[in-house]
């Protein structure tokens, strides 16, 4: 199901190494986002080159396309999708909290109208853990309610908060119950939740370690909170979690976020920014960040970063990629967000290096000095 060993310490920083049932992987780890069984603009081939280890899939979007019947025809999402390593799948969880105005919450579970033909639907702890089975993937989120920064115009009260906290606990234990009614093979991660208020996040793990599950993820960040309260969040949360078990952080962030999670105890991380921002004409490099839409790269034979050995920076100039994008060419996508992806991978890569090593600490301390020199 889940082993997870620990290779080294360096302060509240872990290398560990996690055993799937379809691969090992090496943390702390970077996970890129396919929603859709697909990440977006780079295929399984080039993720396996760039160090990508496990992959996510999105509950949700799934079970509406392409539908279960669909997926179970390939024996499971891996098949599907020509992925042969890990793959984490997120609840829905989320979902409850973007639908906003088209959805209902309740003890039983969700009603929403559907996003794509406004089919009336209805998602609870059980259906998820039906939803995740067929996809089969490595590691399964329990289905939660993701605590909102903001309830109905005003910042969530911790009385909101703390029944909010509640209701995702009664469906960890009943996603936890449906799961080993399933026979899964797989491993069941809990979900901290609790909002900004850090006596509510106690509250939250203990109860989840008294369920004694594989491993365990905070939720509830990124959800429109200002920058200085997720990380007070980020810093706070891990502590609290079982020490020889698997820390995801759902949903963050930036380089600077991933490094000071690192520095917090995390061990597993995913975000859309990567190829988000690379089709928007953001790029991430070794000394800050880089809009190729700006004219002085019109000219500029580098690559987007010299240090990079990814198959864009091997190939394509500033100025190449500045004309693709300014001109609106798929393959600008592509291209970038493999930059993107790459750096975030292998910053992952540096990060286990350091750890190793025991200098962490002066890693960090040379990452901020270089991504803010500017490029």
């Avoid at 620990?6 to 996970?31: C, I, K, N, S, W």
């Avoid at 109860?207 to 429109?224: H, Q, T």
Wanted: with cysteine; net charge negative.
């Amino acid at each position: 199901m889940l082993t997870f060993e620990f290779l080294a310490r360096d302060g509240a920083a872990r290398r560990g190494r996690l055993t799937l049932r379809r691969g090992v992987v090496e943390t702390p780890v970077f996970m890129p986002v396919g929603t859709y069984g697909s990440v977006k603009g780079v295929g399984p081939a080039e993720l396996e080159a760039m160090g990508a280890q496990i992959i996510l899939g999105n509950t949700f979007h799934l079970w509406l396309r392409p539908g279960l019947e669909v997926v179970r025809t390939f024996g499971g999402l891996h098949r599907f999708e020509n992925w042969r390593r890990p793959i984490l799948t997120d609840s829905g969880g989320f979902q409850v909290w973007s639908l906003g105005d088209l959805r209902t919450i309740g003890e039983e579970g969700v009603k929403f109208a559907s996003p794509v033909n406004g089919d009336r639907l209805f998602l609870t702890p059980e259906v998820s853990m039906q939803v995740q089975h067929v996809l089969d993937s490595d590691i399964v989120m329990q289905f939660d309610e993701c605590t909102p920064y903001e309830t109905k115009g005003h910042r969530t009260t911790e009385h909101e908060a703390e029944a909010s906290m509640a209701l995702s606990l009664r469906w960890a234990a009943r996603s936890k119950a449906e799961f080993e009614r399933l026979e899964n093979p797989n491993a069941l991660f809990g979900i901290v939740q609790g909002g900004m208020y850090e006596s509510l996040r106690e509250v939250s793990a203990a109860r989840l370690a008294e369920l004694d599950l594989p491993g365990y993820a905070i939720g509830g960040v990124s959800v429109g909170e200002p920058k200085d309260e997720m990380r007070r969040i980020m810093a706070s949360t891990p502590r609290l979690l079982p020490e020889g078990k698997p820390r995801y952080l759902m949903g963050v962030g930036t380089p600077e976020d991933l490094v000071e999670g690192v520095a917090a105890g995390v061990d597993l991380f995913d975000c859309v920014m990567p190829t988000r921002n690379a089709r928007n004409g953001h790029l991430f490099t070794r000394f800050g960040d880089l809009k190729i839409r700006n004219a002085r790269h019109r000219l500029d034979e580098r690559p987007l970063d010299e240090t990079c050995t990814c198959s864009t920076c091997a190939g394509f100039s500033r100025a190449y990629l500045h004309h693709l994008e300014r001109c609106g060419e798929i393959l600008y996508a592509v291209l970038a967000s493999v930059h993107n992806l790459h750096y975030y991978v292998n910053l992952m890569r540096d990060v286990r290096a350091a750890i190793e090593a025991g200098g962490f600490e002066a890693f960090a301390q040379r990452f901020h000095e270089d991504r803010g020199r500017g490029v």
